[in-house]
Nanobody, 123 residues
Framework: VQLQASGGGLMQPGGSLRLSCTAS????????VAWFRQAPGKEREFVGA?????STSYAEPVKVTISRDSTRTTVALQMNGLKPEDTAVYYC????????????????????WGQGTLVTVSS
């Protein structure tokens, strides 16, 4: 599967964003799809994930919702209450199967990555 992330841009503090991760080649039915983000000068960090069975897991504190469309070819990330510290490149990533919780937050587990979409939160 190949991934394409989209929806980034300049966002207002306090606003919301919706990012999309679209699969080409096959659906996400048998994959766990995660969102990570990387701010300048910082490590890549886990934001949340949706497993192949549709269950979700989020980083704390939870301020996002991850969903999958009915065709299972697009995974969306909805984030509310944006702050400047949410500025980062957001990546979607996929791994085959249903990942257990202890593995979800490890970037090395995911073998397919999208190109990233830049989100800048600024007034």
């Amino acid at each position: 599967v190949q991934l394409q992330a989209s929806g980034g841009g300049l966002m207002q503090p306090g606003g919301s964003l919706r990012l999309s991760c679209t699969a080409s080649g096959r659906s996400f039915s048998s994959y766990t799809v995660a969102w990570f983000r990387q701010a300048p000068g910082k490590e890549r960090e886990f934001v949340g994930a949706i497993r192949s069975d549709g269950s979700t897991s989020y980083a704390e504190p939870v301020k996002v919702t991850i969903s999958r469309d009915s065709t299972r070819t697009t995974v969306a990330l909805q984030m509310n209450g944006l702050k400047p510290e949410d500025t980062a490149v957001y990546y979607c990533a996929a791994a085959q199967g249903r990942l257990i919780t202890s593995r979800l937050r490890t970037p090395q587990v995911y073998d397919t990555w999208g190109q990233g979409t830049l989100v800048t939160v600024s007034s």
